[in-house]
């Protein structure tokens, strides 16, 4: 989240950077409203719907720092995950004791066999 305008690499090299991703994984606090509300900011920035290829990406929505007080709801979080939603799927992780990396690490494989499937055909 954080980023300091002008000097990212999406807003030098955005479209070389953009069009050789096959899974995004965004990652917001659980414990701050601020950083979840802050990728919208995000998917603007990258125009993802202008990107998306063949809807052959993957999407994935990471809540970290599930040890701390929780300030975004679950109900939030479900509004914009799901069948038909802009995210294919949500996992929380706390990266202090690993919570939930195990999960992560076998989606990013799920996806990334899928999208290789596609490309086959």
């Not at 202008?50 to 990406?57: E, P, R």
């Not at 809540?63 to 479900?78: A, H, I, P, T, Y």
Request: overall charge negative.
């Amino acid at each position: 989240g954080q980023r300091t305008p002008g000097m990212h690499p999406l807003d030098l090299l955005k479209h070389q950077v953009l069009n050789y991703i096959d899974i995004f994984i965004f990652v917001f606090a659980l414990d701050r409203y601020e950083s979840f509300e802050n990728l919208n900011n995000w998917l603007r920035l990258m125009n993802i719907e202008y990107n998306i290829k063949d809807n052959n990406i993957g999407f994935i929505l990471v809540g970290n720092k599930v040890d701390l007080e929780r300030n975004v709801s679950q109900k939030l979080v479900q509004s914009i995950v799901g069948p038909c939603k802009f995210f294919e799927s949500y996992i929380e992780t706390c990266s202090l004791d690993g919570t939930g990396i195990e999960t992560l690490i076998e989606e990013i494989a799920k996806i990334g066999k899928k999208l290789l499937e596609f490309d086959k055909y």
